[in-house]
């Protein structure tokens, strides 16, 4: 179950670095001018998750596979870009694909970095790439609402959901508000996600500062945090270019290198756990002698569901899960161990996966 994550943001905010960074690549040309970035580069990364190496050193798993998440750079947006201002606007429907943003702002001082605007200002920067956004669901939404027309009226019951929704969603964004804001019914959920709004997506703010404030933060990446608070959305502080020359060190060199920075983790470990939290994202495991996995799923999924992640056989044919919390696999040494203390369980249809269970499938073919 592969998820992706857009980032976005104005020129010269820091994008391409950090997507380098994530990536450790230099796939992304990160330069000091606005539009650098004129394809959407896109890179996979592990999650760390340190759970799985203990596991797979218990379990003696000759590979060991981390979960997987998948980061789209956009290039750098502009006020305008719905109208086709600057490169925007064409990358609009890569940002549509997406399941979260991740919205790079600048909270960083630096008179040699140009700023698209001439200033540094967090929030105006956030509130730009938002109208843009919302204006490019505008647009869409009543194209969409126009080929809808003919088969509302003949009573196409699809259609006339189709047109509920969108007309819900154009009256938010009319009045200023992200169509996230619109209070959608558990019924109506499949539709809406296939409506494929940009401004339904969660967005992780990520306060790009100055490398003496990476652990602290500044006044700028504090304001940010009290607005993504306000929003019920979530946001990150991490210093792109530290990233980025972390991500070409070797782990015990970078562990050194974040020691005399006075950091505890890599900025880019919190970026990933923090995408995970804002889209409702756990792990569970499984172990044996041939490998150690992680699988992403979503939280609230049942048994079934979480095997279909593996294979859809493994979920049409489900029979039970044979499940072991991690801290009693960790603790008793193992599948065996946990049997003979009578902490394997075999868990049925109706069990809500729980994040850590290690879990082995039995299912019909």
Not at 88 to 117: P, S
Not at 269 to 290: M, N, S, V
Not at 315 to 342: C, N, P, S
Request: glycine share 10%; charged share 25%; aromatic share 6%.
């Amino acid at each position: 179950m592969g998820f992706k994550m857009g980032i976005v943001g104005l020129p010269n905010v820091g994008k391409s670095t950090l997507f380098n960074a994530l990536t450790k690549t230099a796939a992304a040309q990160a330069a000091n001018f606005p539009f650098c970035t004129i394809e959407p580069n896109v890179g996979e990364v592990n999650v760390p998750d340190a759970r799985l190496t203990t596991l797979a050193e218990i379990a003696k798993s000759a590979n060991v596979i981390p979960a997987r998440m998948t980061f789209v750079d956009i290039a750098g947006l502009v006020k305008g870009a719905s109208k086709g201002e600057g490169l925007g606007n064409q990358f609009l429907a890569n940002i549509r694909e997406t399941d979260a943003i991740a919205h790079v702002l600048r909270c960083f001082e630096d008179g040699d970095v140009t700023h698209v605007d001439g200033r540094v200002d967090p929030i105006a920067d956030a509130d730009v790439i938002e109208t843009e956004l919302m204006l490019a669901d505008m647009e869409s939404i009543e194209k969409r609402l126009q080929g809808l027309v003919r088969k509302v009226r003949g009573g196409d019951k699809d259609a006339m959901d189709q047109e509920r929704l969108l007309n819900a969603a154009l009256a938010a964004l009319e009045d200023g508000k992200p169509a996230r804001t619109v209070d959608v019914d558990p019924e109506d959920a499949k539709v809406w996600k296939n409506l494929q709004l940009i401004t339904t997506k969660p967005v992780l703010y990520v306060c790009n500062v100055g490398e003496d404030e990476a652990s602290e933060g500044n006044a700028h990446s504090a304001a940010v945090a009290d607005m993504a608070a306000a929003q019920g959305m979530r946001h990150v502080v991490i210093s792109a270019k530290i990233e980025e020359e972390i991500s070409q060190l070797e782990d015990d060199e970078a562990e050194m290198f974040l020691t005399e920075l006075g950091l505890t983790e890599a900025g880019l470990d919190r970026l990933i756990r923090e995408g995970y939290a804002l889209l409702g994202l756990q792990t569970y495991f499984t172990a044996g002698p041939k490998e150690a996995r992680a699988w992403t799923i979503r939280k609230g999924f049942l048994a079934p569901q979480a095997a279909g992640v593996i294979h859809g056989d493994f979920e049409r044919g489900f029979i039970r899960a044979e499940t072991i919390a991690y801290d009693d696999y960790v603790a008793l040494g193992g599948e065996q161990g946990a049997k003979e203390a009578g902490k394997m369980r075999a868990e049925g249809k109706g069990y809500t996966v729980k994040d850590g269970d290690v879990l082995h499938f039995l299912f019909n073919t």
